[in-house]
C-alpha cells in the first residue's frame, strides 16, 4: 500500500535543528534512552573484562589457573573500566583536540601495558604504544573535526536560513 512522503516545508515535513542532515531527514533513534544509558555503563565493563582475561593470560605464559592470576585479572579489568569511565568524563570537557589525544594516550597505554607483559623489549613496547596512540589521536581529530564542522554548519543553516529571489 503507498502512502504519500510529506516534503520539506509542508506541516508534517519540516524537520529543522541539529540532526537533521542536508535532506532534511533525522535518522530514527531505535533504542530509548535507558538501553544508551545501560550500553554507556556496560560497554567499558565487557571490554574490560576481555582485557583482563587478556592481560591474566599474557601474565601465565600458557602455565595453569591460579588465585592470584585471577586476582590480577580482576583487579586489571577494575582499573580498565574506572579509567574508562574518567577519561570519557574529562574528554568530554575538552575541545575536540584535547579529547583526540586523551582517548589516544588511553588506547596507547591499555596496548603498552599488555604489550609489555610478554616479554618484549621496551623500547618495542614504547614504540609500537606510541604510534597506536598516534593513529587513534589523529583518527579522532579528523572524525571529530569534521562532525562537530558539520553540525555547527547545520546550525547556522538554521539560525539564518539564506533567502533567495527578489527584495
Same mark, same amino acid.
Given at each position: +500500500?503507498?502512502?504519500?512522503?510529506?516534503?520539506?516545508? /509542508? &506541516?508534517?515535513?519540516?524537520?529543522?535543528?541539529?540532526?537533521? =542532515?542536508? &535532506?532534511?531527514?533525522?535518522?530514527?533513534?531505535?533504542?530509548?534512552?535507558?538501553?544508551?544509558?545501560?550500553?554507556?555503563?556496560? +560497554?567499558?565493563?565487557?571490554?574490560?573484562? @576481555? %582485557? =583482563? %582475561? *587478556?592481560?591474566?593470560?599474557?601474565?601465565?605464559?600458557?602455565?595453569?589457573? /591460579?588465585? *592470584?592470576?585471577?586476582?590480577?585479572?580482576? +583487579?586489571? @579489568?577494575? !582499573?580498565?573500566?574506572?579509567? *574508562?569511565?574518567?577519561?570519557?568524563?574529562?574528554?568530554?570537557?575538552?575541545?575536540?583536540?584535547?579529547?583526540? @589525544?586523551? *582517548?589516544?594516550?588511553?588506547?596507547?597505554?591499555?596496548?603498552? #601495558?599488555?604489550?609489555? =607483559?610478554?616479554?618484549?623489549? +621496551? #623500547?618495542?613496547?614504547?614504540?609500537? &604504544?606510541?604510534?597506536?596512540?598516534?593513529?587513534?589521536?589523529?583518527?579522532?581529530?579528523?572524525?571529530?573535526?569534521?562532525?562537530?564542522?558539520?553540525?555547527?554548519?547545520?546550525? !547556522?543553516?538554521?539560525?539564518?536560513?539564506?533567502? /533567495?529571489?527578489?527584495?
Amino acid at each position: +500500500m503507498a502512502h504519500a512522503v510529506p516534503t520539506r516545508g /509542508t &506541516s508534517t515535513g519540516a524537520r529543522t535543528g541539529p540532526g537533521t =542532515g542536508a &535532506s532534511g531527514h533525522t535518522p530514527p533513534d531505535v533504542f530509548g534512552a535507558r538501553t544508551h544509558l545501560l550500553a554507556k555503563w556496560a +560497554m567499558p565493563l565487557a571490554i574490560g573484562l @576481555v %582485557y =583482563g %582475561y *587478556w592481560a591474566a593470560s599474557i601474565r601465565r605464559h600458557g602455565g595453569p589457573i /591460579t588465585g *592470584w592470576n585471577l586476582l590480577f585479572g580482576f +583487579m586489571t @579489568v577494575l !582499573a580498565f573500566a574506572i579509567l *574508562w569511565y574518567v577519561v570519557r568524563a574529562v574528554a568530554d570537557r575538552l575541545p575536540r583536540e584535547g579529547h583526540a @589525544v586523551l *582517548w589516544g594516550a588511553f588506547a596507547g597505554s591499555a596496548l603498552g #601495558f599488555l604489550y609489555s =607483559g610478554s616479554g618484549v623489549a +621496551m #623500547f618495542t613496547c614504547v614504540l609500537v &604504544s606510541l604510534l597506536l596512540a598516534a593513529a587513534v589521536a589523529a583518527g579522532l581529530y579528523y572524525h571529530y573535526a569534521t562532525h562537530q564542522d558539520a553540525e555547527e554548519a547545520r546550525t !547556522a543553516r538554521t539560525r539564518n536560513p539564506v533567502r /533567495t529571489g527578489t527584495t
